[in-house]
């Protein structure tokens, strides 16, 4: 059952009508254009740029360079490594260099076309394994980024009781978020002097900073607010357009916007790091992992973006959900010349969830005992010990995520080129080891309802709906008479991103935390015996209505630099999917038939929600597995990058397990990344089941598995 | 060198100037203010765009204005009758069919011109009618459970 009464999506109206306005759709009066001159050149340093040409061109108004940058030129979501415009040097293709506008946009970009840059290359660096050693520096403090280790037992010491040791190496590639709205903004300067920005975007209070920053201006001077969002998934994290609308708005001082076409999209977001990934694991003759030994090798391209965050996280999910003694993870990035990588959903657990389960399945095999069996007593339970020594001490519904797929396993039946195959995950909820508070506030606005204001930005995952119906559960209150006032950096404190799966479960409780102090307010003015809202508003009228703020961090902590032990995160989500596939010996094409997904969501608030997520992750995680590939260079369009379509998905079915998060607004953890994590896995597992082969490397589209299957024939 | 066209767009008549090398899919938006038609990939890869046009769904940004001169369009500001949601619209919301949003106007389109020509269709054949539909944020499954719904409505 679930425990906060359901609601539809409010935002479902206005969209079946086309009457919601993205940043791109939006028009003011006199508005102008912006366009990124970007860089074509891996590494290189700028010897000439001549801009006569389009400067000459009339409708341009503005050729901006970092020479008009008033504040500080660079910018970055964990460090400021990166140069909003390039100055001297340019590190990956892509790269901005100008942004030229104009008054309308096709000149903005004929203007652009016109630009001629004269480049010195630099010997570039591809391969993060040449990285380490190459004689160039991407930046002057050497070419590895961030090295993280887990320690955990005498790995060692579990390889020698193990009576058997499977040893892999796995790959995975670029992958873009592909959102079907590209990166736009708008930006003008309204009538008390203050720089507004309408931006497509997962964090509002994030890129007023670095706004105030490149601008040198206070951040009481810009407002960012939150457009409808047509989807993010980690890539609007990342400052997108919003520096470069407010540096082009500063300038001109008329209304500017900037939006990508989809190759400036794939030319310019960030993306999922590939990951190279040696794994090895002991286990002894019944199936208990002994040991887990992994070395993860990442190209994070040029500049920082989350590279850091995706090294530890993907070294402290590496052992899985399961149990294990001893541990030793080495997790390193470099810089390349490559794209930026990102965060993308999962943060690199998606990437060693492919590793880990495939050596599950391997163990399982290797001993002739069953997969399920094996990820059954070994999985991580209320009182187990993870890979940082943190004991679980609640929520922990692993287990009977894989008790609700054992009848559909058990039951299976094999036909010929068919397979089936288990995924399973755990996911810390919210940022690695640091605090990650977040803040909202409730009062009663003039029309008598309860103002809910909150900066979490709705990428479509449907928080605005979640966060709702946890201020009316909590405070009583029907959604009709709530007013949710959200994502504008003018009318609420910051709630953190919306990523690692965390508003659910971390601005819910902010909300929860403010509900319960206004309860007891509006139980004082005898809201609960039926006087109205209006009439309470009208008492506090002269006097201030009061304000009540919650707030919730939740309780983690910083991590040992050597062992990573501690608290990374105060709660995880865990999942199983089992899918059944076909595999084509001939063609090497892989269809999915079915999949069964299993989820622990602590509780769920909102069922449709949760399934909504849960078949969006599937696709992106069969993307993931058969499909998606961006190559530097190549991927310029949706025809090239070919993400899943109506005729690729299966018939899914979800089961929800609520293992109750006692910190959590009513149990609540999260589900968006967990629904795609254990996907891809679960497919490379069916596809060995199908046709005994096993891809080690994603994607494992259809002349990847046709070269695996006659490569086995001929052996 | 502006062109003088016609079109019928959701029963009203405009007669509008228009170079001839912009798309239908910018005439919609930025002339006739119809922000509803979306603009995904601008080279018909991804359906954001889709309108009806004499009866059949075209991605519009892959029609010259010029060319649908005389035509009669749908877009998705002209599905609903009045108040009255269409009951792909409808079955849109009562599922949660929508999740970001920006593939909707392209999959109500799809899914209406589907409906108008085959009112029972099965599950594959609405897959395949929003197979030119891209969506990164669903899975498809509720925008299918949406349209399967809406089609059962419509036949009582």
């Not at chain 2, 912009?22 to 203010?33: F, G, I």
Request: with cysteine.
């Amino acid at each position: 059952m679930p425990a906060v009464k359901e609601i539809d999506r409010i935002d479902a109206l206005e969209k079946v009508l086309g009457a919601t306005l993205y940043a791109g759709d939006m028009y003011i009066e006199g508005m102008l254009y912006g366009v990124i001159v970007r860089s074509t050149r891996p590494h290189a340093t700028i010897s000439k740029i001549n801009i006569k040409e389009a400067q000459y061109l009339e409708g341009v108004v503005k050729i901006l360079s970092c020479n008009d940058i008033p504040g500080k030129k660079e910018f970055g979501i964990i460090k400021k490594d990166q140069s909003l415009l390039a100055e001297k040097k340019v590190r990956y293709v892509g790269e901005p260099v100008l942004v030229v506008v104009a008054e309308t946009e096709r000149l903005a970009r004929k203007a652009a076309e016109l630009i001629q840059i004269e480049y010195d290359d630099i010997i570039s660096i591809h391969d993060p394994f040449t990285s380490e050693k190459a004689p160039v520096l991407i930046h002057g403090s050497g070419n590895l980024l961030s090295h993280r280790t887990v320690l955990k037992g005498d790995v060692q010491k579990g390889f020698r009781q193990s009576d058997v040791i499977v040893e892999h190496t796995y790959r995975t590639t670029w992958l873009d978020h592909a959102f079907l709205e590209t990166e736009a903004g708008i930006g003008y300067m309204d009538n008390t002097g203050k720089l507004v920005i309408l931006t497509s975007t997962q964090n509002v209070h994030y890129k007023r900073k670095e706004i105030s920053r490149i601008l040198g201006l206070p951040e009481e001077n810009i407002r960012v607010i939150q457009a409808t969002t047509g989807g993010g998934f980690g890539g609007k994290l990342d400052m997108t357009v919003e520096c470069y609308v407010a540096l082009a708005v500063y300038h001109t001082k008329k209304p500017v916007m900037i939006r990508f076409t989809r190759e400036e999209s794939f030319l310019s977001d960030t993306k999922r790091h590939p990951l190279y990934i040696e794994y090895k694991t002991g286990a002894r003759r019944d199936g208990k992992i002994q040991a887990v030994e992994v070395n993860i090798i990442g190209d994070t391209g040029p500049y920082i973006s989350y590279g850091e965050t995706v090294c530890l996280r993907a070294a402290i999910h590496a052992t899985g959900p399961y149990e294990v003694p001893n541990v030793h993870v080495d997790s390193r990035m470099f810089y390349t010349n490559n794209p930026i990588s990102g965060a993308m959903r999962g943060f690199g657990v998606p990437q060693i969830a492919f590793a880990h389960e495939s050596q599950m399945d391997e163990i399982a095999y290797a001993l002739k005992l069953d997969p399920l069996h094996v990820r059954m007593i070994n999985g991580l339970k209320k009182g187990s010990r993870t890979a940082t020594s943190q004991i679980l001490e609640a929520s922990a519904g692993y287990i009977e995520t894989l008790k609700r797929l054992e009848p559909y396993w058990q039951g299976r039946k094999k036909l010929k080129g068919r397979g089936f195959g288990l995924g399973s995950m755990f996911y810390g909820i919210g940022n690695t080891g640091i605090t990650n508070p977040s803040y909202a506030h409730l009062s009663i606005a003039e029309n008598g309802k309860i103002a809910l204001h909150t900066g979490v930005c709705e990428i479509g995952q449907g928080s605005d709906t979640v966060l709702l119906q946890i201020l009316c559960e909590s405070l009583g209150v029907d959604d009709k008479n709530v007013e949710l006032i959200r994502g504008d950096t003018d009318t609420s404190k910051d709630a953190g991103s919306t990523s690692a799966s965390r508003q659910t479960y971390i601005s819910g409780m902010a909300i929860y935390n403010a509900s319960i102090k206004m309860r007891e307010f509006l139980d004082k003015e005898e809201y609960y015996k039926g006087r109205g809202l209006k009439d309470i508003f009208l008492t506090y009228k002269e006097k201030g209505v009061p304000v009540f703020e919650g707030f919730f961090d939740p309780p983690t902590t910083a991590l040992d630099p050597e062992t990573s032990e501690g608290k990374p995160y105060a709660t995880y989500a865990f999942a199983t999917h089992m899918t059944e596939v076909e595999v084509d010996e001939i063609t090497g094409y892989t269809k999915v038939l079915k999949v069964y997904a299993a989820h622990d969501v602590g509780k769920a608030i909102n069922v449709r929600n949760i399934k909504g997520q849960v078949y969006g992750g599937i696709a992106m995680g069969i993307g993931f597995a058969l499909m998606e590939e961006f190559r530097p260079g190549e991927t310029h369009s949706l025809d090239a990058y070919y993400i899943p379509t109506s005729m690729d998905m299966p018939d899914v079915e979800v089961f929800i397990i609520e293992d109750e998060e006692p910190t959590g607004p009513f149990g609540a953890k999260g589900v968006g990344e967990p629904a795609l994590i254990p996907q891809a896995a679960s497919i490379v597992n069916a596809i060995k089941d199908a046709v005994d082969v096993r891809p080690f490397e994603l994607p494992c589209h259809i002349e990847r598995l046709k070269g695996l299957i006659e490569s086995k024939t001929s052996k | 060198m502006k062109q003088i066209i016609i079109l019928t767009v959701n029963n009203k008549v405009y007669e509008i100037a228009v170079a001839p090398n912009r798309t239908l899919t910018q005439v919609l938006r930025e002339d006739l203010n119809l922000t509803g038609t979306k603009e995904g990939c601008g080279i018909g890869d991804c359906g954001a765009c889709a309108v009806i046009m004499d009866g059949r769904p075209v991605n519009s940004c892959l029609v010259l204005a010029v060319q649908a001169n005389g035509s009669d369009i749908t877009t998705i500001e002209g599905i609903a009758e009045r108040e009255k949601l269409h009951p792909v619209q409808q079955a849109f919301v009562e599922h949660g069919a929508i999740q970001c949003g920006f593939c909707t106007s392209g999959m109500i389109i799809s899914a209406k011109s589907l409906l108008d020509k085959k009112p029972k269709p099965s599950e594959l054949e609405i897959r395949e009618a929003i197979s030119g539909n891209l969506c990164r944020c669903t899975g498809y499954q509720k925008i299918v459970e949406a349209i399967m719904d809406a089609s059962q409505k419509m036949k009582k």
